[in-house]
């Protein structure tokens, strides 16, 4: 059964940063290309960056140069370190793979706010 446990969410302050894991189990992780979506208030999901098994890797533009992805195959985790938060990146950081399977995970809560 594929399940997708998101942690490392928080409340912050404007420019801070968190650092987000997934935990993937159900899936041949290594070979998987994996992604982080989140969802804001009264938004629908969106995308926010990807990374492939062979390491490429592309981001929303709003989030380049701030959001880092990785992986470590050995512990079928992902993650997305966040540097330089703003308010609007507040939401709910859910991860899945490529192309998405339809088993969401509960996702974690960022909050950027002073």
């Known amino acids: 059964q594929v399940q997708f446990v998101e942690s490392g969410g928080g409340l912050v302050q404007p420019g801070g940063s968190l650092r987000l894991s997934c935990a993937a189990s159900g899936i041949r992780f290594s070979i998987s290309t994996m992604a982080w979506y989140r969802q804001a208030p009264g938004k629908q999901r969106e995308f926010v960056a990807f990374l492939t098994s062979g390491g490429n890797t592309n981001s929303k533009d709003s989030v380049k140069g701030r959001f880092t992805i990785s992986r470590d195959n050995a512990k079928n985790t992902v993650y997305l370190q966040m540097n330089s938060l703003k308010p609007e990146d507040t939401a709910v950081y859910y991860c899945?793979?490529?192309?998405?399977?339809?088993?969401w995970g509960q996702g974690t809560q960022v909050t950027v706010s002073s």
């Open positions: 899945n793979k490529v192309p998405i399977v339809d088993n």
